[in-house]
T-cell receptor
Framework: EDQVTQSPEALRLQEGESSSLNCSYTVSGLRGLFWYRQDPGKGPEFLFT???AGEEKEKERLKATLTKKESFLHITAPKPEDSATYLC??????????FGDGTTLTVKP | DTAVSQTPKYLVTQMGNDKSIKCEQN?????MYWYKQDSKKFLKIMFSYNNKELIINETVPNRFSPKSPDKAHLNLHINSLELGDSAVYFCASSPVSERTIYFGEGSWLTVV
């Protein structure tokens, strides 16, 4: 069975304090690893797709990386507006996306 | 312009009732989904339709029945609602070639 696990469950940072979120996956036939951001009361919003080990994508203070077993979302010098729940999802050749249960990030000013 | 819109946003209903949630996407995508997000934020796929055809049907009680009148619409009907059905239900869509999923704002269902 496909599994996606995210850690930590919750992360509290001071503004400017860099850190990383982890997404470990065990799936058959990975087609793409996706990162989403979800704000309270909203639907998840697409951030990145990574397709192969070694690939990196960047957007403002966020950088996503991928290995054969896990993906990291690095947050550099976060700001309070980066506070949200970050979800990763593994999409497989079968066409199904399995989501992790998210990391809730809180950035204090 | 809302890309994926679902109604109602909030729904409070009694056990045993039947209710529907409607979803429409104006992105021209071929694939539409229903996801359920429980109180622990875990997002789990329920159904997936491609061009009005059911392609993914996870282990979901028969009380849940999706209906896709055309490829821009995917409605969810729930019969005999139970307390455990309380959750946020997200409609979503994606282009077949890309697999990026675009979510609606969610429908908060509370069964009392």
């Amino acid at each position: 069975e496909d599994q996606v696990t995210q850690s930590p469950e919750a992360l509290r940072l001071q503004e400017g304090e860099s850190s990383s979120l982890n997404c470990s996956y065990t799936v058959s036939g990975l087609r793409g690893l996706f990162w989403y951001r979800q704000d309270p009361g909203k639907g998840p919003e697409f951030l990145f797709t990574l397709y192969s080990a070694g690939e990196e994508k960047e957007k403002e203070r966020l950088k996503a990386t991928l290995t054969k077993k896990e993906s990291f979302l690095h947050i550099t010098a976060p700001k309070p507006e980066d506070s949200a729940t970050y979800l990763c999802a593994a999409n497989t050749n079968a066409g199904k996306s399995t989501f992790g249960d998210g990391t809730t990030l809180t950035v204090k000013p | 312009d809302t890309a994926v819109s679902q109604t109602p946003k909030y729904l409070v209903t009694q056990m045993g009732n039947d209710k529907s949630i409607k979803c429409e996407q104006n992105l021209g995508h071929d694939t539409m989904y229903w996801y359920k997000q429980d109180s622990k934020k875990f997002l789990k796929i329920m159904f997936s339709y491609n061009n009005k055809e059911l392609i993914i049907n996870e282990t979901v009680p028969n009380r849940f029945s999706p209906k896709s009148p055309d490829k821009a619409h995917l409605n969810l009907h729930i019969n005999s609602l139970e307390l455990g059905d309380s959750a946020v239900y997200f409609c979503a869509s994606s282009p077949v070639s890309e697999r990026t999923i675009y979510f609606g704002e969610g429908s908060w269902l509370t069964v009392v």
